[in-house]
């Protein structure tokens, strides 16, 4: 949580001072570790590792002195660099989608009020179209910066991040008797060469303004609109807030508003990727064939001249005078791996463990039971458990924002398992289940299909017993199959 200015600062700022000191606010927010590491964790999950990628390559200065045969020695002036490898993993991308997918990828369910007597769907339809898109966009960023924040605007949801690259994000300024936010401020700039812009959401309305040298009120103060209201003429007005309560709402990771990218996960992550990086440079330096000469009496460029017929004709024939026959025999070097192999699977184990994700090589095997699949996904629910406080705080705050006061929220996790299991284990049980609850229970049928489904067996049930007339035919005849006795 930023705590270097806060709402009390705000308030003790004169009026026309308040935009120049949100610029002033943005930059001190852009100097945090929270910013810093926002950043990062960007960079990490689109797998661009930044300690790697600030790696120097080789740089090699200095003299070699080289002498042929019969010849003085002479001094060769050597200057280069030499490639070194970078290899982001992509461990952070795997991470923070697994756990937000997790819960959010099924969006938000609304339970019907019993007590207001709404409808679950009337009271989500006030979070707008494509709420839960935008749910999971937030959950997003929340799990990368630690924070994300969501604007309740008239009839939908905007999503305003924290970070947004190293000129853009979003500073809340919270109440310090209550660590409330009660201001909001939001800057970007799209270039070095352009302005800088910032939009300040307060209780009472949102200002644009602009910073190129000096500060300009782009648009003044504007009260936020709450709902649009048509006259008998299809005329459209708009109604303005009345009540003094700013309509931002924080989605944070944790309780600690704290980046997923823990100095823990980190370091393991950077290790991995150095280990990985110079595997690769070994193999990359080491992948030729270098030959041992023996008995050549030649000089550097008949070494360079006989390589070269080495390669064109695949043979060499040389003869000395002194020693016999010359030979030129090819080696190969064998990298060390098996340390480097272990190493890796070590550090990848560590993580998995670290961020409580599943490792979905674990469930290899079509014939897994579900309790085996539980026990793999255990670590993972209890995340998922307590990302699921935060996400539940966020919905019931917009929810308030839209007068709706309500407990009924619930999120429809993914799941694995094993369908076929599950399949039989609902027939076995099928005495002590009603036709609702059996249709409820069973993976392959969606929820939104069950409604459909009871109506159409109700029809053929109906359909299927007979007609009273038919019933007296069989009673006249005196059999219920319409024999004799």
């Known amino acids: 949580m930023y705590t270097n200015f806060t709402y009390q600062d705000w308030v003790k700022a004169k009026e026309s001072d308040r935009p120049k000191l949100a610029f002033t606010i943005a930059d001190d927010y852009r100097a945090t570790q929270e910013f810093s590491t926002g950043l990062d964790a960007e960079l990490y999950f689109i797998g661009s590792n930044p300690t790697i990628l600030r790696r120097k390559k080789l740089q090699l200065d200095g003299v070699q002195t080289h002498a042929e045969p019969g010849q003085p020695p002479k001094s060769i002036p ?18 923070v989608t697994q756990q937000n997918q997790f819960l959010l990828s099924n969006g938000l369910k609304i339970n019907d009020d019993k007590e207001s007597g709404m409808d679950g769907k009337d009271i989500k339809a006030k979070l707008g179209r494509g709420f839960d898109k935008t749910l999971e966009q937030i959950g ?18 905007e999503m305003i991040p924290a970070v947004r690259g190293t000129d853009g994000g979003a500073v809340a300024l919270v109440d310090e008797v209550t660590s409330e936010i009660r201001v909001l401020i939001q800057f970007w700039r799209i270039s070095e060469k352009r302005p800088r812009y910032a939009r300040i959401f307060e209780a009472d309305g949102v200002t644009l303004v602009e910073y190129g040298g000096t500060v300009k009120v782009l648009e003044p103060k504007r009260a936020y609109v709450t709902r649009t209201v048509r006259d008998g003429f299809g005329a459209t007005t708009e109604a303005v807030a009345s009540a003094q309560r700013l309509p931002i709402v924080a989605f944070a990771a944790n309780g600690y508003q704290r980046s997923e ?10 290790a991995y990727d150095v280990i990985l990086s110079d595997f690769a440079d070994n193999l990359e330096r080491t992948n030729d064939v270098y030959w041992a000469i023996s008995n050549f009496g030649g000089t ?17 024939y040389a003869e000395s005078p002194d020693s016999g026959q010359a030979s030129a025999t090819p080696h190969t070097i064998d990298v060390p791996h098996e340390a480097r192999v272990k190493a890796l699977e070590l550090l990848e184990k560590a993580m ?42 966020f919905c019931q705050g917009l929810l308030e924002l839209a007068g709706v006061q309500t407990e009924n929220i619930a999120f429809r996790r993914q799941t694995i398992s094993n369908e076929e299991e599950i399949i039989q284990a609902i027939y076995t049980a099928r005495s002590d289940l009603t036709r609702k609850k059996a249709l409820e229970l069973n993976p392959m049928i ?3 299909e069950i409604a459909q489904l009871l109506i159409d067996k109700a029809v ?22 319409g024999q004799s006795a």
């Open 140 to 157: 997003e960023k929340a799990l990368l910066h630690g924070v994300c924040y969501g604007f309740y605007n008239l009839d939908r949801v």
């Open 446 to 448: 969606a929820d939104d």
């Open 300 to 316: 550097a460029d008949e070494v360079i001249a006989m390589l070269a017929e080495i390669n064109r004709i695949k043979a060499v």
């Open 78 to 95: 050597i200057n280069g660099e030499v490639a070194t490898a970078k290899i982001p993993s992509n461990h952070i991308f795997r991470f």
């Open 460 to 481: 053929e049930d109906v359909a299927g017993q007979p007609s009273m007339d038919d019933l007296q035919a069989t009673l006249d005849a005196g059999g219920n199959d």
């Open 261 to 270: 990218l823990t100095d823990s996960l980190r370091q393991k992550l950077d």
């Open 352 to 393: 998995y463990k670290d961020y409580m994700a599943l490792n979905l090589e674990e469930l290899s095997g079509g014939s897994l039971t579900n309790v085996a699949i539980k026990a793999a996904m255990a670590n993972l629910n209890l995340k998922a458990d307590r990302y699921e406080w935060q996400a539940f705080a």
